[in-house]
């Protein structure tokens, strides 16, 4: 099949070397670190060294100067890994945590946290969910309020990934109340200041080599060099960083649901049941014909998508429906494999299971279906 637009030959060669790497690099532990509950820092700064988190930076900040298709690349092999927590953590570094940094703001902030993220020598995080909000971004409670030449900030934020080791967060913060959405700020914010504490690590269903912090800021005093783009802008530059999140979350999951469904191709061919193999009943040819129609349809649109912001456009409407019909298609397959691998499938050495667990995210993280739904909804005049 010929290449999408969004892709060169270029883009394949980059894709072998990022596969190449995953293979020998990650897979390999996969296991351990889905048993032990986190995979070690030193991913970071290797996948740093390679040059594979920083793909769509400018050169000057030790990026590659590439684009969405380098981007989707690293998402879709890093499902290779065989541990979804990895890509995921992966993900916020460098697709989620650092965007805005490098969109809005200073040149010293760049300096000093995009330029190490990009090395790997500094782990980033995204804070924007709160005990008690969580699709209604609008009502969060973390203050920051001015002190003298900086500020100081107060609130939890919750389901942070990253944010047990994390070096700094992009925060998420109400500057000021009365002025609605336009009273949202945000900052990069050092994690081993005083008053910056992990409150828990939470334990979850999948992504299990990822860590998950609660966070809690108690009179946190950042400088005034820590206010993130323009105060009370953050409402609409976090709506950015959604679209992003949201774009390359899907494309990692698609890509992970194609895995799971090409092994299980492999197995129904082997695995008898009634003197036949399972994959030459009607009923699994015709599911496998299903599930490959709707893993094609969400790729495409992904691409298609990503392509028209490559191009200058903003497609919030597109991207929001490639969150929600990946999530839904994704969630459709992984549960039809696993159903296909029968006791194996629900048995943990296939890793049919933890694919499955994994997947599940895609639903929940960076908005959820009901909020694509809104989202898309409200772009239809609804
Ligand atoms: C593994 C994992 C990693 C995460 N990583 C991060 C991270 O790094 N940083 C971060 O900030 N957050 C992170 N999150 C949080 C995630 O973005 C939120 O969980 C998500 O936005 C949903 O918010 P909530 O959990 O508070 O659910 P709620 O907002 O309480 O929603 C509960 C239910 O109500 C539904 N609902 C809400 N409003 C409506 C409506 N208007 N109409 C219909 N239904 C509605 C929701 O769709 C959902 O089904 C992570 C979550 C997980 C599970």
């Not at 002190?147 to 100081?152: A, T």
């Not at 783009?229 to 609409?236: K, L, N, P, Q």
């Not at 943990?348 to 299971?353: A, I, L, Q, S, Y």
């Amino acid at each position: 099949m010929a290449l999408h637009p969004l892709f060169t030959p270029e883009h394949d060669e980059f894709r072998a070397s990022v596969r190449a790497f995953v293979e020998s690099e990650l897979t390999p532990h996969a296991m351990d670190w889905e048993r032990d509950g986190h995979f070690p820092d030193w991913v970071f700064k290797r996948m740093g060294d390679l040059g594979f988190l920083g793909v769509r930076y400018p050169v000057e900040y030790g990026g590659s100067g590439g684009d969405w298709g380098h981007t989707i690349v690293v998402a879709e092999e890093m499902a290779r890994v065989g541990s979804g927590g990895v890509g995921m953590a992966v993900a916020v570094q460098s697709d989620m945590a650092t965007p805005p940094i490098f969109r809005f703001g200073s040149e010293e902030q760049k300096q000093a946290y995009l330029a190490p993220a990009i090395r790997g020598e500094k782990i980033a995080c995204l804070a924007i969910t709160e005990p008690d909000a969580g699709s209604d971004v609008a009502s969060i409670q973390t203050t920051a309020r001015r002190d003298g030449d900086g500020f100081v900030i107060n609130g939890r934020k919750i389901f942070i990934t990253n944010g047990v080791r994390a070096d700094f967060c992009t925060l998420v913060t109400r500057t000021d109340k009365a002025a609605g959405h336009e009273g949202f700020t945000l900052f990069v914010v050092e994690r081993d200041l005083p008053g910056f504490t992990v409150a828990q690590e939470l334990d979850k269903l999948g992504m299990r080599s990822s860590d998950t912090a609660e966070l809690v800021l108690d009179d946190v005093r950042v400088p005034g060099s820590a206010l993130l783009g323009e105060e009370g802008r953050g409402f609409i530059e976090l709506m950015w960083e959604l679209q992003g999140e949201r774009l390359i979350g899907a494309a990692g999951s698609i890509a992970g649901a194609q895995l799971v469904m090409e092994r299980t191709i492999d197995y129904a061919k082997e695995r008898r049941a009634f003197g036949r193999p399972i994959g030459s009943f009607q009923v699994n040819r015709h599911a496998f014909a299903e599930m490959a129609t709707e893993l094609e349809a969400a790729r495409q649109l992904t691409y298609d998508t990503a392509l028209a912001w490559e191009r200058g456009e903003y497609p919030v409407k597109q991207i929001s429906m490639v969150k929600l019909y990946a999530g839904l298609a994704v969630g459709r397959v992984m549960n039809r494999c696993l159903q296909l691998w029968g006791g194996h499938g629900y048995a943990t050495e296939t890793g049919v299971e933890r694919a499955w667990r994994d997947s599940r995210v895609l639903r929940i993280g960076g908005g959820t279906d009901e909020v694509m739904r809104e989202v898309i909804s409200k772009t239809m005049g609804l």
